[in-house]
């Protein structure tokens, strides 16, 4: 589980990311990430009504949030990230949303070493 430390929370924090940081996009997701943000490394989550009902966006949130967890310390000091889902996102698996999330990382010179696509150290 992601931290309450560690979560965007405001509006003006998801734009400050999306707007001042880079991106990276995949199938599934898009990665928005800010490296000089704060004293810690925060992540927040859009995934908006165009992924899927509440169900599948809450689903979807989920396991993006548990993906971004296990990567959080991977990640320089101070670093904000924003994932935003994609509709292509509702049907992914856990293993799909991990892949384009690393390929997004590994775009933006953020890859963590040593995972596989799930997200468990390998």
């Not at 997701?29 to 009902?53: C, P, R």
């Not at 966006?57 to 889902?85: N, Q």
């Amino acid at each position: 589980m992601l931290p309450g430390d560690a979560r965007l929370r405001r509006g003006e924090e998801f734009r400050a990311v999306m707007r001042g940081g880079v991106r990276a996009g995949r199938r599934r997701l898009v990665l928005h990430v800010l490296t000089d943000h704060g004293e810690a490394t925060t992540a927040g989550f859009v995934v908006s009504k165009a992924v899927g009902n509440s169900v599948v966006r809450h689903r979807v949130t989920r396991r993006l949030r548990h993906l971004v967890a296990d990567r959080l310390g991977t990640f320089p000091e101070g670093s904000a990230l924003v994932v935003r889902a994609l509709p292509a996102a509702a049907t992914a698996t856990s293993a799909e949303l991990g892949a384009d999330l690393d390929a997004a990382l590994r775009r933006l010179g953020l890859s963590p070493r040593g995972r596989d696509n799930t997200g468990s150290t390998a």
